[in-house]
Each structure stands twice: as C-alpha cells, then as structure tokens.
C-alpha cells in the first residue's frame, strides 16, 4: 500500500517561514519524481515544485526564490522549505509522486497552511 504522509503545516505570520515535510511509503522512492502542489478554496490545485529523482528541481514563478524542495532518498522523504510566506500562499499542499518508468502516481492528504495576520 502506497501512503505518502505530509505534515509540517499551520498558521504563520506574512513574512514567516515553514517546512514542509512528505515521507512516502510502498515505494521505490528513488524511481519517483517527487513534487509539491497546492489549492487554496475556490481555485484548482497548481503545481508548486518538482523534484527529479537525481535531484534536478524546478519551481512554479510563485515559489522561485521563496520556496526550496529538496529530497533524502535514504530516508524515502521530500521536503518544501517555504520561506517570505504571503496570504495569497495559503492552501492546502499536497505531496505527488510520479514513477519515472510507469504511470503510476500517487497523492497525499494534504497539509493545511495558512498565512496571516
């Protein structure tokens, strides 16, 4: 059985920074490109940063030098460090999976953060 588990979310002040931590389980994690998404109410899930599985990150233009998505295939986890947090970031943020080789992928239950005043 396939999990990935998030946490490290919460309420945090404009300008506050957190971290964002996915472990997976069922997996071949070093086969799977690993990535961070997120929907806030009323819109559609975007896609935040991505991961390959040797490492080779690419961030959406919301998160470019504010976010840093990084992975420890030793411990089968990825993280999002979120740092100069805006309101408009706040959303619920889900950890993707995606098999490099097949097509499988996989979602997390997702993690609520919220910034504000």
């Known amino acids: 059985q396939v999990q990935l588990i998030e946490s490290g979310g919460g309420l945090v002040e404009p300008g506050g920074s957190l971290t964002l931590s996915c472990v997976a389980s069922?997996?071949?994690?070093?086969?799977?490109?690993m990535g961070w998404y997120r929907q806030a109410p009323g819109n559609q899930r975007e896609w935040v940063a991505v991961?390959?599985?040797?490492?080779?990150?690419n961030y959406a233009d919301s998160a470019k030098n504010r976010f840093t998505i990084s992975r420890d295939n030793a411990e089968n986890s990825v993280t999002l460090r979120m740092n100069s947090l805006k309101p408009e970031d706040t959303a619920v943020y889900y950890c993707?999976?995606?098999?490099?080789?097949?097509?499988?992928?996989?979602w997390g239950q997702g993690t609520q953060v919220t910034v504000s005043s």
């Open positions: 991961i390959s599985s040797l490492g080779t990150v």
């Open positions: 069922g997996i071949i994690f070093e086969d799977y490109t």
């Open positions: 993707h999976a995606s098999a490099v080789y097949t097509s499988d992928r996989y």
